[in-house]
């Protein structure tokens, strides 16, 4: 359960986080009519700061479009709305959730009758994946669910009711002990884990799937790329096997949640030799660097609350 904190914005005014409240008959809870946003604000040398901020609330007010969901709201109001979420909090760190979802209405499969309410909460939030797999790397499983192709929902859109999808793949892998599970798409190829985006090292070339591999168009993933690129390293997009993920130097994970999460094991093999890689380790170091020093170069990045 999330860690309970004082107000979530709610369709425009503070309500207590108790008071937070909705029918049981809204749209949304039904059929998963809903999309939503994933948002870190880090601590940093000069005050909380939220990661990419504009382009999180352009991907939400994408994800709304694509479903015929009204935001009543500009972007850049928007964007200050949330600052103002992480301020009347008092935090210095969290994780935020946009969500604007169908509510009391009609209760067929068209709800364009349907009020759109919005909401934002924020809660301290660590490491999706556990501290533990950060220093000795995550244990994934290829999930025998396959990934939404993007010829079934538009997956570039961060929708509700899509992640069911995940739901599955996460609780498979959880059954059979594993930390996450790695998806294919619909091709058998490398598509991403449940909630993150996938990266293979091999030969010092960095290889991510591209966006037809049915991925979500991450941010974090955005920024890894660039900050590679700028560290010197070759980043390539291109569709992977799984027999790649087996053979690779190091595999690791991206995504708002998780961050830059190793992974040093898949369905039993070693990933390399089996310890969190050096591309990885050096990667996730100069990723938080950035954030936490407010590093110049990437300013851009950081909207400050």
Same mark, same amino acid.
């Given at each position: 359960?999330?860690? $309970?904190?004082? $107000?979530?914005?709610? *369709?425009?005014?503070?309500?207590?986080?108790?008071?937070?409240?909705?029918?049981?008959?809204?749209?949304?809870?039904?059929?998963?009519?809903?999309?939503?946003?994933?948002?870190?604000?880090? @601590?940093?040398?000069?005050?909380?700061?939220?990661?990419?901020?504009?382009?999180?609330? $352009?991907?939400?007010?994408?994800?709304? $479009?694509?479903?015929?969901?009204?935001?009543?709201?500009?972007?850049?109001?928007?964007?200050?709305?949330?600052?103002?979420?992480?301020?009347? *909090?008092?935090?210095?760190?969290?994780?935020?959730?946009?969500?604007?979802?169908?509510?009391?209405?009609?209760?067929?499969?068209?709800?364009?009758?349907?009020?759109?309410?919005?909401?934002?909460?924020?809660?301290?939030?660590?490491?999706?994946?556990?501290?533990?797999?950060?220093?000795?790397?995550?244990?994934?499983?290829?999930?025998?669910?396959?990934?939404?192709?993007?010829?079934?929902?538009?997956?570039?859109?961060?929708?509700?009711?899509?992640?069911?999808?995940?739901?599955?793949?996460?609780?498979?892998?959880?059954?059979?002990?594993?930390?996450?599970?790695?998806?294919?798409?619909?091709?058998?190829?490398?598509?991403?884990?449940?909630?993150?985006?996938?990266?293979?090292?091999? *030969?010092?070339?960095?290889?991510?799937?591209?966006?037809?591999?049915?991925?979500?168009?991450?941010?974090?993933?955005?920024?890894?790329?660039?900050?590679?690129?700028?560290?010197?390293?070759?980043?390539?997009?291109?569709?992977?096997?799984?027999?790649?993920?087996?053979?690779?130097?190091?595999?690791?994970?991206?995504?708002?949640?998780?961050?830059?999460?190793?992974?040093?094991?898949?369905?039993?093999?070693?990933?390399?030799?089996?310890?969190?890689?050096?591309?990885? @380790?050096?990667?996730? *170091?100069?990723?938080?660097?950035?954030?936490?020093?407010?590093?110049?170069?990437?300013?851009?990045?950081?909207?400050?609350?």
């Amino acid at each position: 359960m999330p860690e $309970k904190t004082k $107000k979530i914005w709610m *369709n425009g005014k503070f309500v207590d986080w108790d008071e937070a409240k909705v029918h049981v008959l809204v749209h949304g809870l039904h059929y998963g009519s809903g999309v939503f946003e994933g948002i870190r604000c880090y @601590k940093t040398v000069k005050g909380p700061a939220v990661f990419r901020l504009r382009e999180h609330v $352009k991907r939400f007010f994408s994800s709304a $479009k694509i479903y015929f969901m009204e935001i009543p709201y500009s972007l850049d109001e928007f964007m200050e709305i949330i600052k103002e979420t992480v301020r009347v *909090n008092e935090l210095e760190e969290c994780y935020i959730r946009p969500l604007a979802f169908k509510g009391l209405g009609g209760m067929s499969l068209d709800p364009s009758s349907n009020p759109t309410e919005v909401i934002v909460a924020v809660w301290p939030w660590g490491a999706y994946l556990g501290e533990e797999a950060f220093e000795k790397g995550a244990t994934c499983t290829i999930s025998s669910w396959v990934r939404i192709s993007n010829a079934m929902l538009p997956m570039e859109a961060k929708a509700s009711g899509q992640y069911l999808n995940s739901i599955l793949a996460s609780m498979e892998a959880h059954r059979r002990g594993f930390t996450e599970a790695i998806m294919l798409d619909s091709r058998g190829l490398v598509s991403e884990g449940t909630g993150e985006n996938i990266f293979v090292v091999a *030969n010092e070339v960095i290889y991510t799937p591209p966006l037809e591999a049915s991925i979500l168009h991450g941010v974090t993933r955005d920024s890894v790329i660039e900050i590679a690129e700028n560290l010197g390293f070759n980043v390539v997009e291109k569709n992977l096997t799984r027999s790649e993920l087996f053979t690779a130097d190091e595999v690791f994970f991206t995504g708002t949640a998780a961050e830059i999460t190793p992974i040093v094991e898949i369905d039993h093999r070693k990933v390399g030799n089996g310890k969190v890689g050096e591309v990885t @380790k050096k990667l996730r *170091n100069e990723f938080l660097r950035v954030i936490r020093e407010a590093d110049e170069k990437y300013r851009k990045w950081l909207a400050f609350v």
